[in-house]
């Protein structure tokens, strides 16, 4: 609906219009560890817990629990629900986990999730669709 009202005022085309997403995932090198881990946290949050398990919720939700190699692969099928988008959030402090573990997360996530991601969706982005908007490398004081 958003992409139809973005064009019905003129804005450009549906496909055209900037879009974003969120997710949250928690990674291990392998996958056993990165469930074993987290369904602890999982279990006991207030958002997830007592609620359906964790596979049913990671089937149904944008919660990855996994290896990098499937966060990647699991981030690239949002394509196919939403279409081409130029923002992806990522919740990665979530369930209690410990400071340590979240920048844990993000060291797996910088160093083998980002870049394949950053070249996967630079790849598959439509000519015509223009460059999402960008923050400025310093704002002024």
């Known amino acids: 609906m958003y992409r139809e009202r973005y064009e019905h005022y003129g804005h ?3 496909d055209q219009a900037i879009v974003g997403l969120g997710g949250q995932f928690f990674m291990r090198k392998n996958s056993q560890d990165a469930v074993k ?7 006991n949050a207030p958002v997830y817990g007592h609620g359906p398990s964790l596979e049913d919720f990671t089937s149904q939700t944008p919660l ?6 499937e966060v990647i692969e699991k ?6 629900y939403f279409g081409d988008y130029q923002r992806q959030l990522f919740l990665i402090d979530h369930a209690g986990l410990p400071l340590k573990t979240v920048l844990e997360q993000l060291d797996l ?7 394949v991601l950053r070249k996967e969706y630079a ?3 439509p000519a015509h669709v223009p460059d999402p908007p960008r ?3 310093a704002l002024p004081p």
């Open 135 to 137: 923050m400025p490398a």
């Open 109 to 115: 996530f910088g160093e083998e999730v980002l870049p």
């Open 12 to 14: 450009g085309k549906a």
């Open 123 to 125: 790849a598959l982005k």
């Open 75 to 80: 981030t690239l099928t949002f394509r196919e």
């Open 37 to 43: 881990e987290f369904r602890p946290y999982f279990d």
């Open 64 to 69: 990855t629990v996994g290896s990098p190699q």
